[in-house]
Structures are given as structure tokens and as C-alpha cells.
């Protein structure tokens, strides 16, 4: 289902509006706290869209989430790990 023109806009504006709160915090903090910064917020939009049913946006932004955690080299918990436990169980009939 495509998204709307309106839709576009407003997500547009609100990531305009996230990364200009990262940039006047990024005098304050290291790459590596803009970097984990990014990946909350990242992870917020992820679940975000999981609620909505939004699989497509969902995984985008999950794999978004994984690059970003790579890179910080925090080497955070994967918040979706329970669900990979879940699906890779019922693929095996457990």
C-alpha cells in the first residue's frame, strides 16, 4: 500500500526535526553516544511500526537498527531476539 503524500511529508518533518536534535547534541556528545542516541531512536520507529503492522517499515528499519549497533561497536542486545527464538521454534514444530 503505497503511503500518502501527507504521510510522506510529516514523516519527513519529524525525522528533519530528530536529526536536528541530534545535531545540536552532537556538540555534547562522543560519536559513539550519537551513534547508541541513533539506535534508540531507531529501535523506537521499529516497534513503532511493528504495532502498526507495518512489516515492511518494520524490518527496515530493524536492519537499520543492526547496522547502526555494528558500527557504534556497543555490541547492544538484540530487542527482537525473543521473536527470532519464537519463529525459528515454530519452524521446527517445537
Not at 86 to 92: P, S
Request: with cysteine; aromatic share 12%; hydrophobic share 35%.
Amino acid at each position: 500500500m503505497p503511503i500518502s503524500e501527507t504521510k510522506r511529508k510529516a514523516n519527513k518533518q519529524y525525522y528533519q526535526e530528530h536529526r536536528n536534535d541530534i545535531l545540536r547534541s552532537a556538540r555534547k556528545m562522543s560519536t559513539e553516544e550519537m551513534l547508541v542516541s541513533e539506535c534508540r531512536w531507531v529501535e523506537m520507529k521499529a516497534w513503532d511500526a511493528l504495532a502498526k503492522k507495518n512489516f515492511g517499515e518494520f524490518g527496515y528499519f530493524a536492519e537499520l537498527w543492526k547496522r547502526l549497533n555494528q558500527i557504534s561497536g556497543e555490541h547492544l542486545p538484540n530487542p527482537w531476539s525473543k521473536f527470532v527464538q519464537i519463529a525459528k521454534n515454530l519452524k521446527e514444530g517445537r
